[in-house]
């Protein structure tokens, strides 16, 4: 594997990769999962801290993964805290991909070209080690089960999972709906995984493309050629005169 740790992102996307076909489920979520999970790791890393709603570079120091410094010196240059709402919907998507090739360059799964309907080429991804994504979800069934507060990395990786929509993909079925429920709630067990959480569900609602409430109101429409101008409202005595 190449690594004795895996990142969050990593971890999640183990968790999102379907054994049997070799696809991920929730691809249009995952990719802002990704984007939330890759937060959760620099503010574990130290180089992130939270600040209300946004995100603020607290030590511009690269860790050293690539994925991750790309998106710290990101942050870096907004020079001020951002709101994680504004950062998980901005134009980064295609993480999804990104995190597939970088498992693959790290030993974790290996791609298996094929075609869709025979002439479409098309890509699956089998995990080399299945080992690991029994470990991973391993510790989240543990902490549904026991109802012990799991530790940051698994709260946070939890919280993410029930944003991206993997409950359904985890623990299906009606049988699976009271486990679904639990890891809802294990949110609230990571401050900053239930700040990204929130933000990866705000943008999938539409709240990130709602317009701030303390901006300027837009001035008012000026008359062009050939329409007519609005006429003064006339009250009390001017209106009087004008009837005379």
């Known amino acids: 594997m190449g690594r004795s740790r895996r990142t969050i992102p990593e971890e999640l996307l183990l968790l999102a990769l379907d054994p049997a076909t070799g696809t991920t489920a929730q691809p249009q979520s995952l990719d802002l999962g990704l984007a939330g999970a890759q937060l959760v790791e620099l503010a574990l890393a130290g180089r992130i801290a939270p600040d209300g709603d946004r995100i603020a570079v607290v030590m511009p120091r690269p860790t050293g993964d690539p994925t991750l410094d790309s998106a710290l010196e990101l942050l870096r240059r907004r020079g001020s805290p951002v709101r994680a709402v504004h950062w998980i919907g901005g134009p980064r998507l ?32 089998q995990a080399t080690d299945t080992e690991i994504s029994r470990e991973i979800r391993a510790r989240l069934d543990s902490a549904i089960r026991t109802g012990v507060p799991p530790d940051p990395r698994t709260a946070a990786l939890a919280a993410l999972a029930h944003a991206v929509g993997l409950g359904k993909h985890l623990y299906p079925g009606n049988e699976g709906r009271s486990s679904r429920s639990r890891l809802r709630d294990l949110i609230r067990h990571d401050p ?11 943008v999938q609602n539409g709240v990130a493309a709602q317009p701030r409430r303390d901006r300027a109101p837009a001035p008012p429409a000026r008359a062009t050629a050939g329409s007519v101008p609005l006429q003064p409202r006339r009250t009390g005595a001017m209106a009087r005169a004008a009837a005379h």
Do not use: F, S
């Open 192 to 202: 900053m995984g239930g700040l990204v959480a929130h933000a990866v569900m705000d």
């Open 94 to 125: 295609g993480l999804r991909q990104i995190y597939l090739a970088h498992l693959e360059r790290c030993g974790m799964v290996h791609a298996v070209a094929g075609q869709m309907c025979g002439v479409l080429p098309t890509t699956r991804y």
